[in-house]
């Protein structure tokens, strides 16, 4: 076990945030009762806030960002997990609140971690990451609503987003039609390899809509909220529902109440973060067994963990495509 360990460390400096590379040991950690050691992160958009500090993500420092991170048990102190166990994480606060994944060490509470499926690779257990869990969350909630896959076309906004890109795939492996909309529509043949049939333009859902428009959607996946989430719910079928788990495109929701009391709509909030444990297994489970892992490898880019604060920029410029995996090892 290695005394001392990389971390990418964001502190403040006259009121700004800047983040640099050091060396860290274990008693540098915040508590917990697991150490894991981490052999890879994945990049999200709230890593990107966080590291440049442009969304105010993180209020004490020093910190350590980073809100997935799988790896190997070095110690326990519970009867939970043991030296050697394969585990991931993903929200709970962590990389928000508590040191996360941007560590090739962390030290974390035992409720906060899932078993890493059997027949996962730690690479694309990270490829799917908070981005991929989020979606399946999404499919699962349109499941439980009981969304037909004979229904027509399922609706999937922010599609060549890290939650658009899973969620497109997952709808099309479960046999969906699904319809992908997206800002960069020259990544219409990227869309159709994941499984999209149709693609939308989304200066289609950008606008201000009418309170009731045609009924066009068996249902949605919505990752950007705002104008297109308002505008989808006015072309929700009647009975169906959408899952809502994203705010790129705004806070505010321009709509009104008739698409819920004339059309029988749901409007679904889809939160990763503080999901109970059994539901996290069952979602992660069912990513593992439904995911087609060549669609999720097209989809994945892995970067050596120096070229993280660069990535952090881009993916907040809107110019990653899919996920970012980071080897903390390389």
């Not at 999209?196 to 428009?213: D, G, Q, V």
């Not at 709509?255 to 004339?262: C, G, K, M, R, Y």
């Not at 069952?282 to 087609?292: D, G, K, N, V, Y």
């Amino acid at each position: 076990m290695s005394d001392t360990f990389k971390a990418l460390v964001l502190d403040e400096e006259d009121g700004k945030t800047v983040n640099s590379f050091k060396q860290l040991q274990l008693n540098d950690l915040p508590d917990g009762e697991v150490v894991v050691a981490v052999s890879h992160s994945s990049l999200n958009y709230k890593d990107g806030l966080a590291i440049t500090g442009t969304g105010k993500i993180i209020r004490k420092f020093p910190f350590v960002p980073g809100i997935d991170l799988v790896g190997e048990v070095e110690t326990s102190q519970t009867d939970h997990y043991k030296a050697g166990d394969k585990v991931l994480l993903t929200g709970w606060g962590v990389g928000e609140r508590h040191w996360g994944g941007f560590s090739q060490k962390a030290r974390l509470k035992a409720k906060w971690l899932t078993p890493l499926p059997k027949d996962l690779s730690p690479t694309r257990a990270m490829a799917i990451g908070t981005a991929g869990f989020t979606a399946m969350l999404s499919v699962m909630a349109l499941e439980d609503h009981g969304v037909k896959k004979d229904g027509g076309p399922v609706l999937v906004t922010g599609a060549n987003g890290g939650v658009g890109s899973v969620a497109v795939s997952l709808l099309a492996a479960l046999g969906y039609e699904v319809t992908a909309s997206t800002g960069r529509v020259e990544e219409e043949g990227f869309l159709k390899d994941l499984g999209a049939k149709h693609i939308l333009p989304r200066s289609e859902l950008s606008r201000k809509s009418k309170p009731l428009e045609k009924e066009t959607w068996n249902g949605a996946v919505d990752t950007v909220g705002g104008e297109p989430l308002a505008t989808l719910l006015s072309q929700l079928r009647y009975g169906t529902a959408v899952a809502a788990c994203g705010l790129a495109a705004g806070v505010p929701l321009p709509t009104t109440v008739f698409p819920f009391i004339l059309r029988n709509v749901a409007l679904q909030g889809i939160d990763s973060v503080m999901c109970p444990p059994q539901r996290r297994e069952i979602a992660w489970r069912r990513i593992a067994e439904i995911l087609p892992m060549d669609k999720l490898d097209s989809l994945t880019t892995i970067i050596p963990f120096d070229d993280l604060p660069k990535a952090a920029s881009s993916i907040l410029a809107g110019s990653i495509r899919g996920r970012t995996v980071i080897d903390l090892n390389s």
